[in-house]
């Protein structure tokens, strides 16, 4: 049985760092992908980051509003993603979700296992 934990959220001042982990078990051979999403508070859930778990792939994913301050990186010995975050800000408060689907992508839909999410507040 699939099961994806999310750790690592907080409430960190703007500016700061955090690192999320998303912990994954059970996982079957055809699943490639793992995905970042987020939603804030009356917005509707968007793709962060996102990156191919097969050892030769090396496809990953960033979006604009993240780029440069977010890293995302697979320790797949663990079987565990991770979201560097650092220069957070205000706008980045929001619950954090990882998700595990078949085929590297961003888009939401291609996913079909979801993690509980992690709160992440930036806020002084």
């Known amino acids: 049985q699939v099961q994806l934990v999310e750790s690592g959220g907080g409430l960190v001042q703007p500016g700061g760092s955090l690192r999320l982990s998303c912990a994954a078990s059970?996982?079957?051979?055809?699943?490639?992908?793992i995905g970042w999403f987020r939603q804030a508070p009356g917005k509707e859930r968007e793709g962060v980051s996102a990156?191919?778990?097969?050892?030769?792939?090396?496809?990953?994913y960033i979006a604009d509003s993240v780029k440069g301050r977010f890293t995302i990186s697979r320790d797949m010995t663990k079987n565990t993603v991770f979201l560097q975050m650092n220069s957070l800000k205000p706008e980045d408060t929001a619950i954090y979700y990882c998700?595990?689907?078949?085929?590297?992508?961003?888009?939401?839909?291609?996913?079909?296992?979801w993690g509980q999410g992690t709160q992440v507040t930036v806020s002084s």
């Open positions: 990156i191919a778990l097969k050892e030769n792939d090396i496809s990953k």
């Open positions: 059970g996982l079957a051979a055809d699943y490639n992908s």
């Open positions: 998700a595990l689907g078949r085929r590297f992508s961003i888009l939401e839909r291609s996913y079909e296992y």
